[in-house]
């Protein structure tokens, strides 16, 4: 067999859905394979899936795509990587990585699932090829620096009055005053996006960032499968107030976007969401089918800022990211920033969902 080569869709699916069941690691929903469609059908990217092999055993996958500037794993989800099986030698997980990306230019190979046999030494002959890898494994390999993002996760117990056990009083106040409100929180599909999205997109630019559009989400539910993926709106008199989207994969839940209308923020509508999906993902979780009881993860915030802060009411366990980079990071242009945060929203929401594509 040669070290790299193309396998239908139907065969790859099953051995990567397989082997992400196997590892005992926490697997992030990001490396649902079929993300691999989204990325096609949204951006019109290349995507390559790579299900890595040793003694013809699967030993490890990598989602890897080529925007046509960057080969970046994942862009726009935050965590991506080469996973490895438990026991293997993740040291060199780096040099893996650039070699089969190396590998798969020098070939110029089309998209696709691919079986990458690596019993055999990879050539290394250019380093210049941009790469933008963000994981949560470092590996203890020096090639892959920690940011100051987190992502904060707490282990879903068995149940919700399990649940409510772990909470402290001060956030089970908060939850029970949020419910005595009259909050109505509703979760389903598109038929909640509009509702989702006016809440979402406002949030957005109070913070002086670049907004997905909705066809962004419209596209991601049509192609997300093997998992869940589901709105949640708060109401109150009938009007949103508070909003998120939540997606899930095997055991791994996380809340993708989050927003609340600050008017509604004394009435605590932000823990009693938590608490719905949380509660939702524990309604969906398998324990029999998955390795673990399932974890749910409040999205990836900087350590020590407020959004992080306010994390840290709930149970939870930080674990921090790494990025492997020869790029420049467009979102340290502190010009940029300042001319964005003074464009009216009538004008940043639209630009933003076209813009949004370029910061991976």
């Known amino acids: 067999m040669s070290q790299i080569q193309k396998i239908s869709s139907t065969q790859a699916l099953i051995l990567w859905n397989n082997f992400t069941t ?4 926490i697997i992030p929903f990001s490396f649902n394979p079929s993300l691999f469609f989204f990325f096609e059908k949204h951006f019109g990217w290349k995507p390559y899936y790579l299900i890595l092999t040793k003694n013809n055993k699967p030993c490890g996958i990598l989602p890897l795509v080529n925007t046509g500037k960057v080969w970046a794993s994942l862009p726009h989800f935050s965590y991506g990587g080469l996973l490895l099986k438990e026991n293997y030698n993740k040291e060199i997980t ?5 070699k089969l990306i190396q590998k798969i230019s020098t070939n110029k190979l089309n998209p696709g699932f691919y079986n990458c046999n690596i019993n055999n030494k990879l050539s290394n002959n250019n380093n210049s090829i941009k790469t933008f890898i963000r994981t949560l494994e470092s590996n203890n390999n020096n090639d892959f620096i920690k940011t100051k993002k987190v992502t904060s996760i707490i282990k879903l117990p068995r149940n919700e009055d399990a ?41 957005i630019f109070k913070l002086g960032s670049l907004n997905y559009g909705k066809k962004f989400i419209i596209d991601l539910f ?6 869940i993926i589901k709105i949640f ?4 008199n ?28 004394k009435l605590y509508v932000s823990d009693l969401l938590h608490h719905e999906m949380i509660n939702y993902s524990i309604e969906n979780n398998n324990p029999s089918k998955n390795k673990t009881n399932g974890v749910y993860s409040f999205g990836r915030s900087t350590q020590g800022s407020g959004v992080h802060k306010y994390k840290g009411h709930w ?8 990025t ?12 940029m920033l300042n001319v964005w945060g003074k464009l009216p929203y009538t004008i940043s929401s639209p630009l933003g969902a076209k813009l949004i594509k370029h910061i991976y």
């Open 233 to 236: 709106v708060a109401y109150l």
């Open 94 to 98: 780096s040099d893996i990585i650039v």
């Open 163 to 203: 649940l409510t056990k772990l909470l402290n009083s001060n956030l089970k106040r908060k939850i029970s005053k949020a419910k005595r409100s009259e909050i109505v929180i509703r979760s389903g599909g598109l038929e909640l996006l509009d509702d989702f999205y006016r809440i979402y997109s406002r949030n």
């Open 324 to 335: 492997y980079s020869n790029i420049s990071d467009i979102k340290n242009q502190n010009w």
């Open 238 to 265: 009938n009007l949103p107030i508070g909003s998120s989207l939540l997606a899930g994969y095997g055991g791994f839940y996380e809340n993708m976007f989050f927003a609340t209308a600050p008017e509604s923020r």
């Open 315 to 322: 149970p939870i366990v930080d674990y921090p990211i790494f």
């Open 222 to 227: 049509s192609t997300y499968e093997y998992g």
């Open 22 to 25: 196997e590892l005992l690691s």
